[in-house]
Nanobody
Framework: EVQLVESGGGMVQDGGSLRLSCAAS????????MSWVRQAPGKGPEWVSS????????YYADSVKGRFTISRDNAKNTLNLQMNSLESEDTALYYC??????????????????????WGQGTQVTVSS
């Protein structure tokens, strides 16, 4: 059974940092590109970042570029998101999601919702100003 379990969310002040992690199980982790997607209250899902199977190619939404860093540890089946210089606009539920295909090659850039096949339960990030 495929499982994605996020952790690391919380409440921070404007300008603070958080590190999110996603523990993956039930599949061969290094066979899949992975993404972080967030959903703010009253808004639709927003793609945040993706990483290729090796961790060597990373992609970011303009809204987080330069502040967030995605990484993966294939030995530990873990996906991470280091978030620095957080802003109130970053407040959202953050999801770890598995892509069906290779980012930008077999998916759109950024991926559309039906190009993900598994999602975690989400971890809440709240940034107070």
């Amino acid at each position: 059974e495929v499982q994605l379990v996020e952790s690391g969310g919380g409440m921070v002040q404007d300008g603070g940092s958080l590190r999110l992690s996603c523990a993956a199980s039930g599949f061969i982790f290094n066979n899949y590109d992975m993404s972080w997607v967030r959903q703010a209250p009253g808004k639709g899902p927003e793609w945040v970042s993706s990483v290729d199977i090796h961790g060597g190619s990373t992609y970011y939404a303009d809204s987080v570029k330069g502040r967030f860093t995605i990484s993966r540890d294939n030995a530990k089946n873990t996906l991470n998101l280091q978030m620095n210089s957080l802003e109130s606009e970053d407040t959202a539920l953050y999801y770890c999601a598995r892509l069906r295909g290779r980012f930008g090659i077999q998916t759109h850039f950024p991926p559309v919702l039906n190009e993900y096949d598994y999602w975690g339960q989400g971890t809440q990030v709240t940034v107070s100003s």
